[in-house]
């Protein structure tokens, strides 16, 4: 068995939809603490661990390079951005199946994950030898993101399309599936309308 020096976590940021709920404006550009959206989260999961970042493209491109300027990630375009997250998921599996053990599937649209939610949930993967698939659920025992999936699920993950993403792989695990229960719901918020973006600002208010 790999010790866990050994084992190396990437993750997949997800930066592919249209942010068509949002109006007019990109949420992950939104203005969250003191930077974009997706700026934010990119930070969160480069210091939780995570060897390998990959931003997966869709909708823009420009303008994700311009605001992860500096960072230490790499990008993958997902020309098929509209057929929905599957591909995106997909495209970044692909860009990341020979570097990594483990892969975090990242939402970009999630302010208040810490780097701390990351290096729990890797610390829990290597444990248990990067074997298994580690998924946060809340208290009440609802799954949450990011997920952080072993090699062996990545050809399953390779092969997602459409709209949907890992979820429905997740009732299918069995055992290898393990669940991290965190207290804290607030983790894992999301922006999706202008309306969360509003009560997100309020509430740091």
Known sequence: ??????????AVL????????????????????????IATVARAV??????????????????YTSALSGLPVRFVHNGRWADGMGGSIAAGIREL???????????GDMPNLTS?????????????????????????GAQRNPVLWPE???????????????????DTLGDERLDVVFDDESLFVDIDTADDYARFIGARR
């Open 14 to 37: 997800l930066a592919g939809g249209a942010s068509l709920r949002f109006g007019g404006d990109n949420k992950l550009l939104a203005r969250v603490y003191t930077a974009p959206l």
């Open 46 to 63: 480069i210091n939780g661990g995570v060897d390998t970042v990959v931003v997966v493209t869709g909708a823009e491109e420009d303008a």
């Open 152 to 170: 062996r699920q990545f050809s399953k993950l390779a092969a997602l399309s459409g709209p949907g993403g890992g979820k429905s792989l997740l």
């Open 97 to 107: 199946e020979d570097a990594c053990d483990g892969v975090f599937i990242v939402p």
């Open 116 to 140: 701390d939610v990351f290096l729990l949930l890797a610390s829990v993967f290597r444990e248990k030898g990067g074997t298994r698939v580690v998924v946060p659920v809340t208290s009440k």
């Open 1 to 10: 068995m790999e010790t866990s020096r050994e084992i190396r976590v990437g």
